[in-house]
């Protein structure tokens, strides 16, 4: 099997790590719901070219060559045989758009490194109009050019962002290359060193949208804890709506903003500021939206130039000493975690019938919760599992050993955490915004972790925050979490296996837990790994039968011996690839902690949780 791949060395060279270069600014300001907007999409078969040395981007003494030189200039062989030019992306071989390079091509699995991408596309631009490029996600760096001239840089492999071509395209034949790499870094969010696989590639739908010259970039509307007024028998409460409107533009200052939801008979006006940004405040009596009352709203935002249209639960969470309140109402978390991999080739999801697949398996599992690990997942997911009624943990990559001295590394941090909080702010079915997963405790790390909960906190004071934190042993038998993060995250969150990474099955019942603060305890991880199909004595480490009985035991145990115990979101709801997992025969880069296999087949843990959670859900 012939598969590329390069080493540590190279790895280093490659790493796209350095101060952007002439021409690679930031992105843009991110528009939301661009769902709803005027748009062409770019998704098809795209021309690659490997690139494993940097030829296309480095001259031989490793120095950033020129736009005119580098393969962003989409130059050919072929237009100039002459001339010495050694790539051509009409010669080269193509890739699907969205999608990993890594499952596409068998000589590609392994490969880390820079790609790129090259389409052709016709625009017909219009006069008083602008226009953005969209990239529903990129793994992890993409340096972006249009007619041969280089424009921006996005590093972070799970969030979308967009940039801005008005005035850059041609009526016919305009050309997008993108330099996409994914190659491992210490510096990195993530950093060089996890448990999944590292995908490669542009892994979600690209869009070139066209908007007015003046238009709505983002807006939020959250409902306020509080009930307003005299509470009414049968009928809902009043509560207070509050929210913002930001325009982009030149007329985006003094600018009338009208907010209309018919169904709750709802019409208002507001005015925006010097910077285009409008606040306002009104009281309604919605249907509060829940697992089992998953109410969205038709909600039409609109100034004189531009109108955008959405559908917009409202409800509220909090905690109160070891529970968490959904709505005011104590609420147990039936949870399952989710890798963002397909079920059957087990590539990155691209299709909204592959995210129906996944969260139609939690809803059979009888699931209220998922946790989309460990990384925001699509908008996609999100919006779907909100209309199927599923509560949401969503996290960034901020996983095991960062580099938590790095000033990049957290600035890279937060540009993830705010991509992913001003994307998804108005998702009432995301209760828990994540901002990390199992890493070690130092002070420089709480340091960290500190302040992206408090630009969390910042953003959204709608939602819980949190960590997947781990556990320390108080004695033979005794266990706790001990972690200074607990005095800024709004639960005891933390990832336990009991039984898996252990001696034996009998650990189990000789574990309790012991918790100083009197808050709600959530398990963010438990399991077990079995190989669908291998069956033998329940001791035998993966047979279905030692993870169906290690799920019976942690079931019991967490039930009758862990105080506060508020929910669980146990590990995971389909094998995944990783190439950590190198057993031959039962594992062949897969994790198999799954309840269900890579291919979908159930495993016998997944009717012992389905059981569990129903009969906690009445059923």
Known sequence: MNRLGISGIAAALL????????????????????ADRASVSLDGEWSTLVDQYGIGYYDYRKEPVPDRKSFFADMSYDDNPAKLIEYSFDRAPKLRVPGDWNTQKEKLYLYEGMMW???????APQPGKRYFLYFGAVANTAVVAVNGKRLARHEGGFTPFNIEVTGMLKEKDNSLVMLVDNTRRKDGVPTDNSDWWNYGGITRSVRLVEMPETFIRDYSLKLDSEIVGKVRRNRPEKHRIYGHVQLDGPAAA?????????ELKIQLNAETNASGRATFIFTAAPSLWSPENPKLYDITISVDTDETRDRIGFRYVSTSGRQILLNGKPVFLRGISIHEENIGSSSR?????????????????????????????NEEMVRMAEEMGL?????????????WTNPDTYANAQQQLEEMITRDINRAAIIIWSIANETPISPERTAFLAKLIARAREMDGTR??????????????????????????????FNQYTGWYG???????????????????????????????????????????YMEECYRRNIRMMSERMPGFSGCSPWILKDFRSPRRALVGIQDDFNRKGVVSDKGERKKAFYVLQDWYGKLAGK
Not at 391 to 403: G, M
Request: charged residues 25%; glycine residues 4%; hydrophobic residues 45%.
């Open 464 to 493: 819980l925050v949190s960590a997947a934190m781990e556990k320390v042993k108080v004695k033979k038998g005794l266990f706790t979490v001990d972690d200074p993060l607990l005095e800024y995250t709004d639960l005891i969150s």
């Open 15 to 34: 790493a796209l790590s350095a101060p952007a270069f002439a021409g690679e600014e930031p992105a843009a300001p991110m528009i939301i719901n661009i």
């Open 503 to 545: 001696k034996d099955l009998a650990e189990i019942d000789n574990t309790s837990w012991t918790f100083a603060r009197e808050m709600p305890v959530f398990i963010s991880e438990f399991g077990a790994g079995a190989l669908y199909g291998f069956h033998g004595d329940v001791n035998v480490r993966f047979t279905e039968e």
């Open 117 to 123: 991408y090259r389409t052709k596309f016709d625009a």
């Open 349 to 377: 999801v691209t299709k909204a019938e592959e995210c129906r697949q996944l969260l139609s398996l939690a809803k059979e599992l009888n699931c209220n919760f998922v946790r989309l690990a460990h990384y925001p997942h």
């Open 391 to 403: 509560l949401i943990w969503s996290e960034i990559p901020v996983y095991w050993t960062i580099s």
């Open 254 to 262: 003094g600018k009338t903003v009208k907010i209309s939801i018919p």
